[in-house]
């Protein structure tokens, strides 16, 4: 019965996690095409007719050879038979050409496989009084290229960040229900070895005690299991949204950017920004796997480490971030400390404590203090001037799923004290009125004579 409990609920959860994913691939196609493809298209149109305009006068006189000989040579058309310009005697011909578009301005009008550039004469309708009127055939709703690559590979990034974590959870099912299998067998044998004697002694009414205990047990390994499950199956989600918000906003905020950068930026900065881009969201790869092995004991990697070294790359990092780089970073004391550790998690580990400084106070001041004590610990101070932390909150803001932001997760200070403690340090809260400060406590390499 357990195990099919087990079964029914993993089911479920693969479940959500597609349609979860189904949901997030779709919503962002939908907000690609219906917000940033058209703002590339008016983009591109503004584009081609500043190009028209610089060649107004030849236009007005008919010599639209060298206006053609550029648009050819910019690929905006294929032939010079894509090229139509039209006169005020050609009037009713534009007008019926322009019934079958949209107008995204005043003077551009965009169909399917065609675009049309109306220059006005005067204040008036530009279509009834007009300098010049060009018609392209061109298809300036397609999207270019490398845009088109783009939403592919983010679309291929989100497939594999859910088959990795539905990959986790499987694995999870199966050791889950290998050890539930064991127990159900074990608890079979014990009853079996009590139920077997009749006679009517002592040991009977023993062996009835212990079936009655067994069935508490039961009863309780049952709510502990489901209760497990839906713990372990919620730090790891949650971990995952906190770790990848950041990636993920740097590509929105990139995909926004886009229709001006394809336009200013050449193209050989463009890819390079791809590719930072790309690397952002290997980063938040990295972050997830990191978030799925809370639900299981892991071997830290150990390599010997100066704290220089970790605050040099926490430094780079909180430079390089839209979000971190207004915060200043104050350092006193020893930084050639060293300890054995995971330097990427280490990083991970302030980086979250600098992050929830940034959300109270954008433009914080970071103090971090270095010392070492008598019994061979570094200490690290962390002081800030953001928002202080209350007295009774102090240890609560460690607990998974406990946040006092409006939109905090409640994982970011849950994962920064799982990675102390895998480390063999640990981190308090202190009581501070002008701010936060925290207490981290890691061992020093070579202990006490360090």
Request: charged fraction near 25%; include cysteine.
């Amino acid at each position: 019965m357990i195990l099919k409990t087990t079964r029914s609920s993993f089911r479920s959860v693969y479940v959500t996690l597609f349609l979860l994913a189904l949901a997030i691939i779709l919503g962002f196609l939908t907000l690609s095409r219906n917000y940033i493809v058209p703002g590339l298209t008016s983009t591109k149109a503004e584009s081609i007719f500043s190009i028209m305009r610089s060649h107004e006068a030849d236009i007005i006189l008919h010599k639209t050879r060298s206006l053609r000989d550029e648009l050819l040579s910019s690929k905006i058309i294929k032939t010079d038979d894509d090229f139509q310009s039209y006169s005020l005697d050609e009037k009713p011909e534009l007008k019926k050409l322009i019934s079958n578009c949209n107008f995204i301005s005043p003077s551009i009008c965009i169909a399917s496989k065609k675009a049309i550039f109306i220059e006005g004469n005067s204040s008036k309708n530009p279509i009834e009084q007009y300098k010049f009127a060009i018609s392209l055939n061109t298809n300036l709703k397609s999207p270019p290229q490398i845009y088109i690559f783009l939403e592919i590979a983010l679309t291929l990034v989100i497939t594999a960040i859910f088959s990795i974590l539905y990959l986790a959870i499987f694995k999870k099912e199966q050791l889950l229900v290998s050890r539930l299998s064991k127990a159900s067998e074990a608890l079979g044998e014990v009853q079996t070895l009590f139920s077997n004697n009749t006679d009517d002694d002592e040991f009977d009414s023993f062996g009835k005690s212990i079936e009655e205990l067994v069935f508490l047990v039961k009863d309780y390994k049952e709510k502990f299991e489901r209760k497990t499950r839906l713990e372990q199956l919620g730090l790891v989600v949650g971990q995952v949204s906190h770790d990848l918000k950041a990636p993920f906003n740097e590509a929105e905020n990139f995909l926004k950017s886009l229709p001006n950068l394809i336009d200013e930026v050449p193209r050989e900065d463009l890819l390079t920004a791809i590719l930072s881009l790309t690397l952002r969201i290997q980063s938040g790869k990295r972050s997830l796997e990191q978030a799925l092995r809370l639900t299981k004991q892991v071997n830290i990697a150990r390599e010997e480490l100066t704290l220089s070294e970790v605050f040099n790359s926490i430094e780079t990092r909180v430079k390089e971030n839209k979000k971190l780089k207004q915060i200043s970073m104050h350092f006193n004391g020893n930084l050639n400390y060293k300890t054995l550790g995971d330097r990427i998690k280490l990083e991970t580990a302030f980086l979250n404590l600098i992050e929830n400084t940034a959300d109270e106070k954008i433009d914080a001041k970071v103090d971090l203090t270095f010392s070492k004590n008598d019994l061979g610990i570094i200490k690290i101070l962390y002081t800030d001037n953001g928002n202080s932390i209350a007295q009774e909150n102090l240890e609560k803001i460690f607990e998974p799923l406990v946040t006092f932001k409006e939109k905090g997760t409640g994982f970011g200070l849950s994962s920064t004290r799982e990675i102390f403690t895998q480390h063999g340090g640990r981190i308090n809260a202190l009581s501070y009125a002008d701010g936060a400060k925290f207490e981290i406590l890691l061992p020093v390499l070579g202990g006490a004579n360090a």
